[in-house]
């Protein structure tokens, strides 16, 4: 699969390259598999990557001193990258209590778009999302794949503290708040499963290319698992897909 | 160690910033004038990467519980020990039980304080620098013991031939490159860009500036993508925004324009109501 890609510079250390303006796992796969054949032939010069849903943005160590010649030698990369080294994704299944006492927008969600709350869990927890990115705050996965009956507007006002590892639907999104912050999103639910911990490397145990599958537990179950993290016995654990 | 007396209005401790965790959402973070920082660094022979403190508007006060050499650069706050004032971009030793206070502004925004050795607040993900939901904490207090190598050295050489150029903090011209939306602006946006004398709002901090005069905007929204420090957002509203070092790594406004790293640094030490224009920078192909 040969895309037509944009290269361009970004400020002094950075180039941009993007690919069709449009949301789709095809891209992400190719963004994915471009991105560790860089990271392979330049890892020493190479600081950071960003994935976005149609570009991936490489930041370098030092300024690049001619962007020219860097963009051809990133051309020549993807011409030449072998698809045999094409990443597998790995599936995290995500234990979510969707209790009334965490998912406080579930009965104004089932209210407004007719759908029985019993629905909205199987339909949320049905589904096999992916993982594009992580942004606006450490470990905050930006999933696709959202069932279109869920789609629902973000809250004109944000709430100032939405918990820590509430699940949340925003617009045609769902994600996870990976810790306390203000957010505008729908609250349907909540998992014990940390997203972020600082002392962990990686920090954050999803990538962009993973898939995500919630599932349903009840409260009691809820607490026993948190129980199991807090005190270091609990291990999440992927599996390996055929995307 | 240092005991903070009073933390002043805005005071944290930063490195050079956190590399290699940008995709899993870890914002780089870091000094926001890596200029005056490396400098405060460079005259008391730290590496570069040694913590320093970031003062912003002054206001702090520091008892030294040992004795240790200093140097301060950045913005001129009439630093003081025990009411002598000190020189900027100089190192000096102060002696146990000294308090070291940072009071009125004579320039800039941020001040620097480098101890020898660096301070040794713990480092998480890689780096000192504190940051929301990376660091336990976030500014310093009142109160706090902020761990500093023990002094060893007898004395520090004091080069006094080599000037730091602090020209760079009055600069009122802001080196830009067009961004990556840049060219989906009209012939009137560029040139508005480039002719608008610019002022800083009051909403301006770590995570960004946001300018007072707004650019007429049309753009369609865009997909998610990496944003990066110095990068101009234009936001539906035709406000501007310039984010800075504890920008998140994403976002989904057009990108238009991207500060020259030099232009970070100047802007670091500008504040609310202080202007400036953009000198675009086309050269890169």
């Known amino acids: 699969m040969v895309k037509n890609l944009n290269y361009k510079p970004f400020g002094e250390k950075a180039i941009l390259i993007e690919w069709e303006a449009q949301i789709s796992n095809e891209i992400l796969r190719d963004i994915v598999c471009f991105k560790q054949h860089i990271l392979k032939a330049k890892n020493n010069q190479i600081s950071d990557c960003i994935v976005g849903y149609h570009s991936l943005t490489i930041l370098y160590v030092s300024e690049i001193e001619n962007f020219n010649v860097e963009i051809d030698e990133l051309r020549n990369i993807y011409l030449t990258k072998s698809l045999d080294g094409e990443h597998q994704p790995r599936l995290w299944t995500i234990p979510v209590c969707y209790d009334a006492g965490f998912g406080i927008d579930l009965v104004h969600l089932s209210n407004t778009n007719k759908l029985p709350i019993e629905q909205i869990i199987k339909l949320h927890s049905d589904t096999i999302y992916t993982v594009h990115f992580i942004g606006f705050l450490p470990g905050f996965l930006y999933l696709g794949g959202l069932d279109s009956q869920l789609h629902f507007p973000r809250k004109s006002s944000p709430r100032l503290r939405v918990k820590k590892g509430s699940v949340a639907i925003g617009g045609s999104q769902t994600g996870v708040y990976p810790q306390q912050s203000a957010g505008g999103w729908n609250i349907i639910g909540n998992t014990p499963i940390p997203f972020f911990n600082v002392h962990q490397n990686p920090p954050c145990f999803a990538s962009s290319g993973d898939k995500i599958q919630f599932v349903p537990i009840d409260v009691e179950a809820y607490h026993k698992l948190e129980q199991e993290i807090e005190s270091g016995r609990f291990h999440l654990k992927a599996q390996r897909i055929n995307d | ?285």
């Open chain 2, 1 to 285: 160690m240092i005991k903070v007396l009073s933390s002043g209005f805005y005071t944290t401790i930063q490195d050079l910033g956190r590399k290699g965790n940008a995709a899993y959402g870890v914002s780089m973070s870091g000094v926001m004038d890596t200029n005056a920082a490396r400098w405060a660094n460079y005259l008391l022979q730290n590496t570069q990467e040694s913590a320093v403190l970031e003062v912003t508007y002054g206001g702090c006060k520091l008892e030294f519980l040992q004795d240790v050499y200093i140097c301060i650069t950045g913005a001129d706050f009439s630093a003081r020990v025990d009411e002598i004032s000190i020189p900027l971009n100089k190192p000096t030793k102060i002696r146990r039980s000294s308090v070291l206070s940072l009071g009125k502004r004579v320039y800039g925004v941020r001040s620097y304080i480098a101890v020898l050795g660096g301070f040794q607040t713990p480092s998480i993900i890689g780096s000192r620098s504190y940051c929301k939901g990376i660091t336990q904490d976030t500014v310093i207090k009142r109160g706090d013991i902020l761990p500093i190598k023990p002094n060893k050295k007898a004395s520090i050489a004091t080069n006094a031939n080599i000037k730091l150029d602090g020209s760079y903090m009055y600069n009122e011209t802001i080196d830009a490159h067009v961004g990556p939306e840049f060219n989906l602006l009209s012939a009137t946006q560029k040139a508005d860009l480039e002719s608008t004398p610019y002022t800083i709002s009051h909403n301006n901090n770590r995570m960004g500036y946001q300018l007072n005069e707004p650019l007429c905007n049309d753009l369609k929204s865009m997909f998610t993508s990496a944003v990066l420090p110095g990068t101009v957002q234009l936001t539906p509203s035709g406000k501007l925004i310039i984010l800075m070092r504890d920008c998140q790594v994403t976002g989904g406004y057009p990108r238009i324009l991207q500060l020259t790293e030099q232009s970070i640094n100047a802007l670091a030490q500008k504040t609310t109501g202080d202007g400036f224009k953009f000198e675009l920078n086309f050269h890169h192909f």
